[in-house]
């Protein structure tokens, strides 16, 4: 069975920082590209990040130069490292893991991000 469990969010002041992790258990994870998304109330969800098995990054302009993907394979674990953060970076953030062989793709249950004073 996939699980994909994020941890991290919560509440926390404009210019502050937060660190999400997803814990990946049932998939090969070594394989998997790795991303973030985001939701916020009434709006799509969007990419934020995404990392592949071989290190190349891609991120949603909105947020280069404020947050990082990283991954450690051996502990099957992705983090997003996320610094000065502003109230339009409120929203549910979501683990995914794409197999780029297969197409399968999993998600997690999200983690909420409130950015407010």
């Known amino acids: 069975q996939v699980q994909l469990v994020e941890s991290g969010g919560g509440l926390v002041q404009p210019g502050g920082s937060l660190r999400l992790s997803c814990a990946a258990s049932?998939?090969?994870?070594?394989?998997?590209?790795m991303g973030w998304y985001r939701q916020a109330p009434g709006k799509q969800r969007e990419l934020v990040a995404v990392?592949?098995?071989?290190?190349?990054?891609n991120s949603a302009d909105s947020v280069k130069g404020r947050f990082t993907i990283s991954r450690d394979n051996a502990a099957s674990t992705v983090y997003l490292q996320m610094n000065s953060l502003k109230p339009e970076d409120t929203a549910v953030y979501l683990c995914?893991?794409?197999?780029?062989?297969?197409?399968?793709?999993?998600w997690g249950q999200g983690t909420q991000i409130t950015v407010s004073s």
């Open positions: 049932g998939i090969n994870f070594s394989i998997y590209t």
């Open positions: 990392l592949t098995s071989n290190g190349l990054t």
């Open positions: 995914n893991a794409r197999n780029p062989f297969r197409g399968t793709v999993y």
